[in-house]
């Protein structure tokens, strides 16, 4: 089993940065492909990033390109999520997943979760 823990949620102002991290303890060599998703109140879930060790793939949605980073620390078993310019739409729970394959942005994909983090932005 994997266990997957977020952190770095919490307020902020919009234009703002914040950084989440993703710590992942236990079977971590099913941690090849370590991402993020995120879920607004009322929306579905929507991929945000992924890094594969896999495949040496990382990428960020096409929307979020050139505001959010995703990283990891294979030492630490721990990715991160940078996030800049934040705007209120990016308001959401933010949950990291990880999976043994190689990078997908599919969240059906992904077998292990943690149990996420609250972002908000204030206006």
């Known amino acids: 089993q994997v266990q997957l823990v977020e952190s770095g949620g919490g307020l902020v102002q919009a234009g703002g940065s914040l950084r989440l991290s993703c710590a992942a303890s236990g079977r971590t060599s099913s941690t090849a492909t370590m991402a993020w998703f995120r879920q607004a109140a009322g929306k579905e879930r929507e991929f945000v990033a992924a890094i594969s060790t896999s495949d040496s793939r990382t990428g960020v949605a096409d929307s979020l390109k050139g505001r959010f980073t995703i990283s990891r620390d294979n030492a630490k078993n721990t990715a991160y999520l940078q996030m800049n310019s934040l705007k209120p739409e990016d308001t959401a729970v933010y949950s990291c997943?990880?999976?043994?394959?190689?990078?997908?942005?599919?969240?059906?994909?992904?077998?292990?979760w943690g149990q996420g983090t609250q972002v908000t932005v204030s206006s």
């Open positions: 997943a990880a999976r043994s394959g190689v990078w997908s942005t599919v969240r059906s994909h992904y077998p292990y």
